[in-house]
């Protein structure tokens, strides 16, 4: 069965650096869009980033390109969110989710299949 575990959250300050993981088991990785949402309390869920399988284009939402970085390890299975620069509205549970369907730039408000647990990324000032 398809699976995603996501890890690598924490507490930074302000202008630091995280790397987020997503680990998919029961699926080949590469077969697949990836994608990460985020969703800080009392916020709706967002879009932060996408690695679409068909096109193989990396998508990113205005508020976070020029400073998240999404990348693959198809040997490990795993994606990455590189995350430099964090700001404290960076603050939220980071979530990734997976899909066969290809959705292109729809991708935000897609019905994505597959979700991990999250990981909670912490900003401070």
């Not at 205005?62 to 390890?73: A, E, I, K, P």
């Not at 509205?89 to 899909?99: H, M």
């Amino acid at each position: 069965d398809v699976q995603l575990q996501a890890s690598g959250g924490g507490l930074v300050q302000a202008g630091g650096c995280l790397r987020l993981s997503c680990v998919g088991s029961g699926f080949n990785i590469d077969d697949y869009s990836i994608a990460w949402f985020r969703q800080a309390p009392g916020m709706e869920r967002e879009g932060v980033s996408c690695l679409s399988s068909a096109e193989d284009i990396t998508y990113y939402e205005d508020f976070v390109r020029g400073r998240f970085t999404m990348f693959s390890d198809s040997a490990k299975n795993t994606v990455y969110l590189q995350m430099n620069n964090l700001e404290p509205e960076d603050t939220a549970v980071y979530y990734c989710a997976a899909d066969y369907t290809d959705y292109g730039n729809t991708w935000p408000h897609a019905p994505w299949d597959y979700w991990g647990q999250g990981t909670q990324v912490t900003v401070s000032s």
